[in-house]
C-alpha cells in the first residue's frame, strides 16, 4: 500500500491548506512582497517589513519603487519587467539593491514571478528577496586581500629593483654636495635627495600596507599617552586639517577640528574619535575610502595610501574603524580597541 503526503499531516493542517500557506509566508526569514496586476502592494510579511524598517499601513496601496535607490536606472527596469511579462519566462532574478526607510542600503538577491487565475489570467506578482549584504561584505574583503596581495608583490620588486639603484643615487648627490660650493648646484642636489626620499617612502607605505599580519607582535600600551606622545592618528588628523582648509577656501562656515579620545563601558574598549567640521565625503567616495592609491586631493598632497595604512593597523590589532560623513558639515572616523590592546 502506498501513502500520500496527506497520510503525514497533522488533522488541522488538512483542513486548513490555506492557513498552512499562510503561516509560512508570514513567519518567513525571507522578505516577501505581493502586488496587485498594477503593481500596487497589498501584502508584505513581517520579514519585510523589519528590514527595510516600514510598517505595513506606510507601504500597502504604494508601488514598490518606495525601496527603489540610485544604483539602477530606468534601463534595468525595463529589462526585468520584460522578463517578467514574457510568456515564455514568466520571472525575473537577480541582485538589487534596495533603499531601507532610514536610508540603509541593503542589497538583496530578488525573485519576482506572476502568479496567475486558473484561466492563466495575470492577478499580481510575488516578489522574495534573499539578504546578501553579509555575502557582500565577504566578497569586497576577499576582492581587497587580492588586491593587497597584488600590491604586496609590486612593491617587493620594487623596493629590491628600484630601492638598490635609488640608494645608490642618493648616496652619489650627498658625496657631490660635500664637493661642491656653489649654491645652485646644492639646492639641486637637495631637491634630488628629497624626491629619492619621497620614493623611498612611498615604497615603504606600499610595504607597509601588504605586510602579512603574521609578522606582527601585539603588547599591552596606555593608549593615551601614545596618542598624546607619539600621534599614530596622524593620517587621520592630517585628513581633517585638509577637509578644513577646502572649507575654508570653498568659504563654509567652519569650526577647528575636534580630537578627541573617550572609553567604552568598564573599559572593556578604547574609542578614538578624530572629527572634523569640514567639506565632507561624498557617498561616491564613501566606497572608496580604504582602496590603495584612492585620493581626492591633488598631485602631490597624498598618495592614497594612508586610509589602507589605518585600516592595516586596525585588522592587524583586531580593531575596527568606522566612519561617518555629511557632506559640507564634517567627518567623524571612530576607531575601537579591545581592553587587550
Excluded at 117 to 135: C, K, R, Y
Excluded at 195 to 214: A, C, N, W, Y
Excluded at 276 to 294: A, H, R, V
Amino acid at each position: 500500500m502506498f501513502l500520500c503526503y496527506k497520510d503525514f499531516m497533522p488533522f488541522q493542517l488538512q483542513s486548513d491548506p490555506m492557513n498552512v500557506f499562510f503561516r509560512c509566508v508570514e513567519d518567513s526569514s525571507e522578505t516577501i512582497m505581493i502586488t496587485d496586476k498594477s503593481g500596487t502592494l497589498i501584502y508584505v510579511n513581517p520579514a519585510w517589513t523589519k528590514t527595510y524598517g516600514y510598517t505595513r499601513a506606510e507601504v500597502l496601496g504604494q508601488a514598490p519603487r518606495v525601496l527603489h535607490s540610485e544604483h539602477h536606472n530606468l534601463e534595468f527596469y525595463t529589462k526585468m519587467w520584460s522578463d517578467i511579462l514574457n510568456i515564455k519566462k514568466g520571472y525575473w532574478k537577480g541582485e538589487v539593491i534596495n533603499r531601507a526607510k532610514d536610508g540603509t542600503l541593503i542589497p538583496v538577491l530578488l525573485t519576482i514571478t506572476t502568479f496567475k487565475s486558473l484561466t492563466g489570467e495575470i492577478l499580481g506578482f510575488m516578489g522574495i528577496a534573499l539578504d546578501i549584504h553579509e555575502q557582500k561584505q565577504l566578497e569586497d574583503k576577499v576582492a581587497h586581500q587580492d588586491r593587497l596581495a597584488s600590491i604586496g608583490l609590486l612593491s617587493s620588486g620594487l623596493a629590491h629593483e628600484i630601492g638598490t639603484p635609488l640608494g645608490v643615487i642618493r648616496g652619489r648627490a650627498e658625496i657631490l654636495q660635500t664637493q661642491t660650493k656653489d649654491t645652485h648646484i646644492k639646492n639641486g642636489l637637495d631637491v634630488i635627495i628629497s624626491q629619492i626620499d619621497r620614493i623611498s617612502k612611498l615604497i615603504g607605505s606600499l610595504l607597509r600596507v601588504s605586510r602579512s599580519s603574521t609578522d606582527v607582535k601585539m603588547t599591552r600600551v596606555n593608549v593615551l599617552n601614545v596618542v598624546n606622545d607619539v600621534l599614530v592618528l596622524l593620517n587621520l588628523t592630517m585628513n581633517s586639517i585638509h577637509a578644513i582648509q577646502k572649507s575654508i577656501k570653498d568659504c563654509i562656515t567652519h569650526k577647528p577640528h575636534v580630537f578627541s579620545i573617550t572609553s567604552g563601558g568598564h573599559m572593556e574598549h578604547v574609542c578614538i574619535c578624530v572629527s572634523d567640521t569640514g567639506c565632507g565625503i561624498s557617498k561616491e567616495n564613501m566606497k572608496k575610502l580604504f582602496q590603495p592609491f584612492f585620493t581626492t586631493k591633488k598631485s602631490g598632497e597624498g598618495t592614497g595610501l594612508g586610509l589602507p595604512i589605518v585600516a592595516k593597523l586596525m585588522d592587524e590589532m583586531q580593531g575596527e574603524i568606522s566612519v561617518e560623513s555629511i557632506e559640507n558639515k564634517g567627518t567623524v572616523f571612530k576607531i575601537i580597541l579591545k581592553k587587550y590592546i
